[in-house]
């Protein structure tokens, strides 16, 4: 009985772990009109209602471009943040750094609220591409420190020698940097992106009619327990589970090569 | 000549990432900050140096009443998510086959890809009067009634403690499987049971793990609105639904914006507290 | 504390490989004993067992006459000073070393006094209060084997210790678990690759390879008169000269051998470098002629020399010549060895 303690801790906690993500995709087929117990039979139709609902596809649609685009800027002002932190020498380095990594010690709630209060005074519109900015904003620090650990001595000389053949700057940055650091590049990439598309709070507070997906299931939340919730968010979680896979495959069989 | 250039095309990389910072997070900050200090005066916002907000927190009952729920909750959810993660953080790293591991923990972790908002919604679910654990309770027998679980400070804590067994899970195997073996078998080795293995090896040099998980926990689950919100209930609100509600209600930035910096200060004191351990220890 | 260890028919299967054959071993009370062997012979797999970190597959332990084949470390009268130390980072010196007196159950007031006294044993008196990453390497090893030795062990099992540390560090730590092993009286069994190291400080050396013993015996007599080709080999440079039984004695490239053969067919005929000497024999020696002199090299106490004996063309030689006077290239020298010197093993296939 003993020996049988960890596994036993390991199932009920698996169980306790994975009894939410079950429940939502089971009664994602429910057939009946409440995704509660008992089961009354299975059938896809709360999939095909939330495919043809036009708001919903929009917010997926909206989502999959805000994580994609705020991802890339994120991406690349990270990448130049840290290319330039930890190539060159400049003064107050510490504090540069400190400043870059800062938005990840606030809570989202605040770094939303206070992007709010400037938009209202600034009188800047509410939209898809405010929501955006403020993704950037969180994303930014992460891609920054992911790359920037990722810029070891190795890196530099095969840059030095690139430079010692001939190349200019741009051609190095382009030719010889980038290509070594795409694992980290595409992991900060990977990760903005779901962490974007994921984001609620931001997204909630910096738009207004066009929403993402989040927010979207959260208006349809106030109208009650429904189905198409489930349908909803075992698609959310089916996507999401591929991009992190995509990521393991992509990150992690390159760094065994 | 040369060196000057490089400093230039340093800042020159450097600047749209630290001008973006300063302008989107810094500003935005300094502004929250000036608007704490502002007061509502009906519709009209008037700027200056008034502690109105601030002395609100010690008069309005139901300010320092959303203070101490979000401390309760947030403690609760650190201690029982550090019980219930360190063992099962444990039972992977020592008896799972190394060779599965990976696939376990990822496994272990994988619920964290479902939307924030909707794994909070399947809670819903799961505690709602006519969802699956009602229906298990009463089917075998142990209730007569549907137990009310759902809208509850017990919902709120149950959905934050799953979402943060998921990560303190992380961080603590991540500190385990970091131990040398030898550390164990030295300790036996000189007669320690299991149990002085684990109390005087094991559980010190895995504190850094569990204070670093803990005080992630600490710090996310004070923030959050959407668990307390989609789970709790109407009857106790955070910090956080406070915010908003100053937010949606009456648009009363300035008392929003001191709560944030209120919550802000409590954030830095639990850092402060934690600063021991988040300095990276020699092992 | 000291005691006998006895192995008996001991073998050990990791899955599909079988890592310890058939090993049986005797050691004495208070003996200094190496496990000797290349990486992968077996030797830390047999010491894991001693020390009961692994149950064998087949096979008794005894320690001290009692049978402590799967018996757990914990309860075992041996402890183990592991490769990487495994000092607790989070305590100080005192308590490191005082850990095993505590699961013990002994008093603070005591057990710092011993610990102390275990530090003072090491040449770490002073420096109870301190924490392992503040030493170096050498000074770790030695907290290692004071703590090892705090609880009074019958046997004390040692893996590769000295493997961390630079060469001058080696030979004195070396010397010391020596001296400190006379002192205790404690049997160790000390496991390396390095037979330089086991020669310095063993009393008795078993060669492994394979999973097999090869060798048994004091280091003298394991380097001039070793059992088998492979330690011969493992133990310091060796000639490999061929040779053949015929009808009546042993036919080398050098003439006839009238020594015993081990079998009948073809025979390895071995010789060490330094037991090359020049001129020609006396009665009882082996004639080897003349052979050129191909390079040689200064080594400080003797000269090394490639040597290729006429008789053999096909043969190079490695000689140890006094290191006054050494010969030029080209230059032509008359060899001969003491019969004693020679030794004669089965050619493996």
New interface residues.
């Given amino acids: 009985m003993m020996r049988l303690l960890p596994w036993l801790y390991l199932a009920a906690m698996f169980t306790f772990i994975y009894l939410p993500v079950g429940v939502l995709v089971l009664f994602s087929f429910q057939d009946g009109g409440l995704p509660v117990p008992p089961v009354e039979g299975l059938s896809l139709r709360w999939y095909a209602d939330i495919l043809t609902d036009r708001r919903l596809v929009d917010a997926l649609t909206n989502s999959l471009i805000v994580a994609i685009s705020s991802g890339a800027v994120a991406v690349v002002l990270g990448f130049c943040a840290a290319y330039a932190l930890a190539r060159h020498v400049l003064p107050g380095a510490a504090l540069l750094r400190g400043l870059l990594i800062a938005p990840l010690t606030v809570s989202y709630l605040i770094v939303g609220l206070g992007l709010l209060m400037v938009m209202n005074r600034l009188g800047i519109g509410l939209s898809l591409w405010t929501a955006g900015i403020g993704h950037v904003v969180i994303n930014l620090p992460i891609c920054f420190a992911i790359i920037y650990a990722s810029m070891g001595a190795q890196h530099k000389n095969a840059e030095r020698a690139a430079r010692d053949l001939g190349a200019n700057e741009a051609q190095v940055v382009l030719l010889v940097t980038v290509p070594m650091l795409a694992p980290a590049i595409l992991a900060a990439f990977f990760l903005s992106v779901t962490l974007s598309w994921d984001e609620f709070i931001i997204a909630f507070l910096l738009t207004r009619f066009d929403v993402t997906l989040p927010v979207e299931i959260w208006n349809l939340l106030r109208s009650g327990l429904s189905p198409r919730l489930n349908a909803v968010g075992s698609i959310v979680f089916l996507v999401s589970v591929t991009t992190v896979l995509v990521l393991e495959l992509l990150v992690f069989r390159r760094r065994r090569s | 000549m040369n060196a000057r250039r490089e400093t230039l095309r340093g800042w020159g990389f450097a600047a749209p990432a630290l001008i973006w910072t300063a302008l989107l997070f810094v500003v935005p900050f300094a502004v929250m900050g000036a608007m704490s200090l502002a007061v509502l005066d009906g519709r009209t916002l008037i700027w200056g140096l008034h502690f109105d907000n601030y002395a609100a927190l010690t008069e309005k009952a139901y300010l320092l009443r959303a203070i101490f729920v979000s401390l309760e909750i947030t403690v609760t959810v650190t201690v029982v998510s550090i019980l219930l993660a360190y063992p099962l953080a444990w039972v992977i790293a020592f008896h799972v086959p190394p060779r599965w591991q990976r696939l376990v923990l990822l496994l272990t972790i994988l619920p964290f890809w479902t939307s924030y908002v909707v794994r909070s919604y399947a809670w819903l679910l799961v505690l709602a009067r006519e969802g699956v654990v009602n229906t298990a309770l009463t089917g075998l027998g142990l209730t007569a009634e549907p137990v009310t679980l759902a809208s509850t400070r017990f919902a709120t804590v149950t959905g934050f403690v799953h979402f943060f067994v998921m990560l303190l899970t992380l961080t603590i195997y991540a500190n385990l499987i970091q131990l040398s073996p030898n550390y164990r078998r030295a300790a036996m080795d000189l007669g320690a049971s299991a149990f002085q293995t684990f109390r005087h090896v094991i559980l010190p040099l895995t504190l850094p793990g569990i204070m670093t998980g803990a005080f992630l926990t600490f710090v996310l689950c004070i923030g959050d609105y959407i668990t307390p919100q989609i789970l709790g209930g109407n009857n106790e609100l955070t910090v956080p639904q406070v915010i908003m509600v100053q937010l949606g209600r009456r648009a009363d930035f300035p008392l929003a914006s001191a709560l944030a910096i209120v919550l802000m200060a409590i954030v830095t004191l639990a850092y402060l507290g934690f600063a021991r351990w988040l300095r990276l220890d020699r092992v | 504390m000291t005691a006998t260890v006895t192995v008996e028919a001991l073998d050990h299967w990791f899955g599909e490989l079988h890592a310890l054959k058939d090993i049986v071993l005797e050691i004495e009370a208070g003996e200094y004993v190496t496990l000797l062997g290349p990486s992968g012979c077996g030797k830390t797999t047999l010491l894991s067992i001693l ?3 692994l149950d064998p597959s087949r096979g008794r332990v005894l320690i001290g006459g009692r049978d402590m084949t799967h018996v ?3 309860k075992r009268p ?3 000073m ?3 130390y ?1 000092l ?3 305590m100080s010196l005192r308590d490191n070393v005082a ?2 007196l ?3 159950g002994m008093a603070r007031r005591a057990r710092h006094a011993r610990a102390d006294e275990m530090l003072d044993l090491v040449g770490l008196a002073a420096d109870g209060s301190r924490r392992p ?1 503040e030493l170096s390497g050498g000074q770790r090893q030695r907290v290692a084997l004071a ?1 090892a030795l705090a ?1 009074q062990p019958e046997v004390l099992l040692l893996d590769e210790p000295l493997g961390a540390l630079d060469l001058k560090l080696r030979r004195s730590m070396q010397d010391e678990l020596k001296a400190i092993q006379r002192r205790v009286g404690t049997t160790f069994v000390h496991v390396t690759h390095d037979q330089e190291e086991a020669m310095a400080i063993a009393d008795r050396i078993v060669v492994m390879n394979a999973g097999r013993i090869e060798d048994a015996g004091s280091p003298s007599r394991i380097y001039r008169r070793p059992a088998t080709l492979f330690a011969a080999g493992f133990m310091g440079e060796m000639n490999r000269i061929p040779a053949r039984t015929t009808g009546d004695g042993i036919e080398t490239p050098f003439g006839p051998l009238a020594m015993a053969a081990p079998v009948t067919g073809d025979l390895v005929l071995c010789l060490r470098p330094e037991a090359i000497l020049q001129g020609e024999g006396t009665a009882g020696t082996l004639d080897m002629g003349r052979a050129e002199v191909l390079d040689v090299a200064f080594f400080g106490t003797h000269c090394r020399a490639h040597l290729r004996p006429e008789a053999a063309p096909d043969l190079v030689l490695v000689a140890h010549l006094p290191p006054a006077d050494p010969p030029e290239a080209g230059k032509h020298l008359t060899l001969s060895a003491q019969a004693k010197d020679l030794t004669l093993y089965p050619k493996e296939a």
């Fill in positions: 020390g009961g970190f757990p470390p914990a041996t402890t183990t592991f490769q990487d495994a607790f980072p989070h850990f095993g505590r699961m013990g990453h703590r609880v």
